[in-house]
T-cell receptor, first 113, second 115 residues
């Protein structure tokens, strides 16, 4: 069965700390991977996506993620977080048939000023 | 340009009543998706439309749930005889095409509370 798992449910960091959120997937065939963010009171927004090419993907607001096929992972990173990064982060996947996204359970990040 | 819009933003209903949730996708987007976000289940896929047709209804949790899309644009999700476990945020998303790499743009959601 297709699944996406996020290891950390809650993360608390101080400003300027480095961030790494884990994401693993189980998908047959070619997989496309996404990180979405949901800021408090706002709707889901795409941070970055991978579907082919360079496995190191850069997204908005200084985020990046690395696709490691051998580890079935797509971890999200940011070298220095800001208070404004406080949000819930969702890893998601689909395949080239498109249609549904399968989401991980989400990680709530709180950044203390 | 305008994003995905959903109405109502909040809906409180009594158990056993029917509800209709509406989604207006981004103009020109041929694919439309419904998801729901609940505390116990996280984000779950419900159904998607390619144009007006819904090739995959496997995500609908029961036969009380149905959805339609007309004119390749607006979609409504109908829940009949609502139950308390239907309480959730119902999210709509749209994308240019049904293709894996296409970004899905999400609306703000409809928060449904069944008393």
């Amino acid at each position: 069965a297709q699944s996406v798992s996020q290891h950390n449910h809650h993360v608390i960091l101080s400003e300027a700390a480095s961030l790494e959120l884990g994401c693993n997937y189980s998908y047959g065939g070619t997989v496309n991977l996404f990180w979405y963010v949901q800021y408090p009171g706002q709707h889901l927004q795409l941070l970055l996506k991978y579907f082919s090419g360079d496995p190191l993907v850069k997204g908005i607001k200084g985020f990046e993620a690395e696709f490691i096929k051998s580890k079935f992972s797509f971890n999200l990173r940011k070298p220095s977080v800001q208070w404004s990064d406080t949000a819930e982060y969702f890893c998601a996947a689909n395949n080239n048939a498109g249609n549904m996204l399968t989401f991980g359970g989400g990680t709530r990040l709180m950044v203390k000023p | 340009g305008a994003g995905v819009s959903q109405s109502p933003s909040n809906k409180v209903t009594e158990k056993g009543k029917d509800v209709e949730l509406r989604c207006d996708p981004i103009s020109g987007h041929t694919a439309l998706y419904w998801y729901r976000q609940s505390l116990g289940q996280g984000l779950e896929f419900l159904i998607y439309f390619q144009g007006n047709s819904a090739p995959d209804k496997s995500g609908l949790p029961s036969d009380r749930f149905s959805a339609e899309r007309t004119g390749g644009s607006v979609s409504t999700l109908t829940i009949q005889r609502t139950q308390q476990e239907d309480s959730a945020v119902y999210l709509c998303a749209s994308s240019l095409f049904v293709s894996g790499g296409n970004e899905q743009f999400f609306g703000p959601g409809t928060r449904l509370t069944v008393l």
